[in-house]
């Protein structure tokens, strides 16, 4: 939930909100089968493992 709620608050994006004007959206899922390496989030189809909210932003950043 930290996470989310990081994320929510820099990206202005709600958690099932769907998409901001920028184009991203907060969705809820599981663990994409990475559970040991929780949290998880994916950006642009590509998972990451034990994400935070600065590698989802920078990954954001950089286009995936």
């Known amino acids: 939930r930290e996470l989310?709620?990081?994320l929510e608050r820099q990206l202005g994006a709600v958690l099932?909100?769907?998409?901001?004007?920028?184009g991203v959206a907060l969705e809820p899922a599981y663990c994409f089968g990475?559970?040991?390496l929780g949290a998880a989030a994916t950006v642009d189809g590509r998972l990451y493992g034990r994400a935070?909210?600065?590698l989802v932003m920078d990954k954001l950043g950089d286009g995936g």
């Open 52 to 54: 935070t909210a600065r």
């Open 16 to 22: 099932g909100g769907g998409a901001t004007e920028g």
């Open 34 to 36: 990475n559970c040991g």
């Open 4 to 6: 989310t709620a990081e």
